[in-house]
C-alpha cells in the first residue's frame, strides 16, 4: 500500500505542477500520512506548502480556527467539521488548494451513528470550490488510515 500511496503523490504532484498550485492538509485521523506520502516525493516542496496535523478538538480550533460550536453541535468527525478543517488549512496557508480528513479509525470510539471507519474529506480550493465526502472504511486502524489516504489524494484532482 506505501508504494501506491506513494505513486499517486507522484501523479498528485504533476496535477499540482501542471495547473500551476500549491497544496496544503489538514489531517486528524491519518496523523500526517498524506503530508508524508506528499513529501516522498523529490521536488514535492515546489507544490506542497505545509501540513498541520489536528489531532485534538483544541488543534482543530488553534491550528484551523475551527468553531467550537460547529465542533460542539455536530463533533470532530463530521461534514461540517471536515468544510472547516479545509476552509482554515487554506487560510493559514500559502496554498492554492487543500485536503482535510477527520475520521474514527479505531478499534474504539466508534457509535452505531459513526461506526469505526467512518471518514470526512473535504477538498478546497482558493476559488471557492469545495467539496466533502462521507466515506466508511473497513479493516483494521492502519488499513482505514491507508484507504482514507489514498480516497484523499486521488479526490483531489476531482475539484
Not at 28 to 45: L, Y
Not at 121 to 142: C, E, H, M, P, T
Amino acid at each position: 500500500m506505501e508504494n501506491e500511496l506513494i505513486e499517486l503523490a507522484k501523479e498528485l504532484g504533476r496535477w499540482l505542477t501542471v495547473n500551476g498550485k500549491i497544496i496544503t492538509t489538514a489531517e486528524s485521523c491519518t496523523g500526517g500520512w498524506i503530508a508524508q506520502s506528499i513529501t516522498e516525493i523529490p521536488g514535492s516542496s515546489a507544490w506542497f506548502d505545509r501540513g498541520f496535523v489536528s489531532y485534538s478538538n483544541i488543534a482543530k480550533m488553534q491550528m484551523l480556527g475551527v468553531n467550537p460550536l460547529i465542533l460542539q453541535t455536530y463533533g470532530a468527525v463530521s461534514a461540517e467539521v471536515a468544510q472547516e478543517m479545509v476552509i482554515g488549512a487554506l487560510s493559514h496557508s500559502e496554498a492554492d488548494v487543500a485536503i482535510a480528513v477527520t475520521g474514527i479509525a479505531g478499534p474504539d470510539g466508534g457509535t452505531s451513528e459513526k461506526p469505526v471507519g467512518t471518514v470526512f474529506i473535504a477538498w478546497a480550493s482558493k476559488d471557492g470550490n469545495i467539496r466533502v465526502k462521507k466515506k466508511l472504511f473497513y479493516g483494521n486502524r492502519q488499513q482505514i488510515r491507508a484507504q482514507t489516504v489514498q480516497f484523499a489524494i486521488q479526490g483531489m484532482s476531482e475539484l
